[in-house]
């Protein structure tokens, strides 16, 4: 039974590139969310995507966008990389949508995004 | 928005010695999750608390939920090397607007001293 994937494992890019990374729920999970870990920091939540669409969001600007896909997998994208992007990205998949954050997240190895 | 804020952010205790993190919510929570990362891993769930006042165990660990649901904690009797981690808190509860997320606390790193 695989548990959530994630890829790339690491990405460098420059300021004002765009990003695009992607993540496979665990067995039987239909949903997905999104998380941005700074270093020392504990995980930020950006978005949760249900049935391809996006459920709830953070506190993150319009940079940051996403979709899922009707295998349940889901991108993150992020548009004008600033410094400040630069993080550990993580995915976790979980079940139950609309209450899906009542429920125990599965979360994916993250891909270390280093923006220069 | 809510915010969630665990202390202490750094513990070194000897191997043998008990181990607690505190967790405080600013607003009223649906639930409350714990979650343990070890050092280059990534989060792993340990444990749920929905009922005000709830206590649960997982062998060496404690966890309880305050009675108003704003506050939490994880106690290790006997820390042992494998312990080594940091344990995160994650409330549920709503973010205004009829929007809910789940909102981490900045962790409570532990090391063990053999």
């Known amino acids: 039974d695989a548990g959530v994937t994630q890829s790339p494992t690491h990405l460098i890019k420059t300021r004002g590139q765009q990003v695009t990374l992607r993540c496979s729920p665990k067995?039987?999970?239909?949903?997905v969310s999104w998380y941005q870990q700074a270093l020392g920091q504990g995980p930020q939540f950006i978005f949760q995507?249900?049935?391809?669409?996006?459920?709830q969001r953070g506190n993150f600007p319009d940079r940051f966008s996403g979709h899922q896909f009707p295998n349940y997998s889901s991108e993150l994208n992020v548009n004008a990389l600033l410094l400040g992007d630069s993080a550990l990205y993580l995915c976790?998949?979980?079940?139950?949508?609309?209450?899906?954050?009542?429920?125990?997240?599965?979360f994916g190895p993250g891909t270390r995004l280093t923006v220069l | 928005g809510q915010q969630v804020m665990q202390i202490p952010q750094y513990q070194h205790v000897q191997e043998g010695e008990d181990f607690t993190t505190y967790c405080n919510s600013s607003t009223t929570l649906s639930n409350i999750q714990w979650y343990k990362q070890r050092p280059g891993g990534h989060p792993v769930f340990l444990i749920q608390l929905v009922k005000s006042g709830e206590v649960k165990k997982q062998k060496r660990l404690t966890f309880q939920f305050g009675e108003a649901k704003k506050n939490s904690s994880l106690h290790i009797t006997a820390t042992q090397t494998t312990d080594v981690g940091t344990y995160f808190c994650?409330?549920?509860?709503?973010?205004?607007?009829?929007?809910?997320?789940?909102?981490f606390g900045k962790g409570t790193k532990l090391s063990v001293i053999p």
């Open positions: 995507y249900y049935e391809e669409e996006e459920r």
């Open positions: 067995s039987g999970h239909d949903t």
């Open positions: 976790a998949s979980s079940l139950a949508p609309g209450l899906a954050l009542y429920n125990e997240q599965f």
């Open positions: 994650a409330g549920f509860g709503s973010s205004g607007a009829g929007s809910y997320q789940l909102t």
